[in-house]
């Protein structure tokens, strides 16, 4: 597998913190993430609006996510606004 970010070098079998780490830091910008034999999952943005994808070895889209205004990421430890709902 490999990993590639926008401007950063590719990173060869990453480990799930390399990914996570180089996740968390991406404000505006591309990510991918490509096995060997083709699949892939990728995402593009910036503040506020990211696309993710995610296609098979054939290139057939398995999903496609836009985030949307009400449309929340699952995060580790959630805001404080989160919690009161």
């Known amino acids: 597998m490999i ?3 926008e401007n950063c070098k590719p990173i060869e079998a990453p480990t799930e913190a390399q990914v ?15 096995s060997a034999d083709g699949a892939y999952v990728q995402a593009a943005g910036g ?6 994808e995610w296609r098979d070895a ?8 836009k985030q ?5 990421s699952q995060t580790e430890q959630p805001s404080p606004s989160a919690q009161a709902t």
């Open 20 to 34: 996570a780490r180089s996740i968390s830091l991406t404000k505006s910008s591309f990510s991918a993430l490509t």
């Open 47 to 52: 503040p506020g609006l990211f696309f993710i």
């Open 3 to 5: 990993f590639t970010r």
């Open 68 to 72: 949307l205004p009400s449309f929340r």
């Open 58 to 65: 054939a290139g057939i889209i398995i999903a496609e996510l």
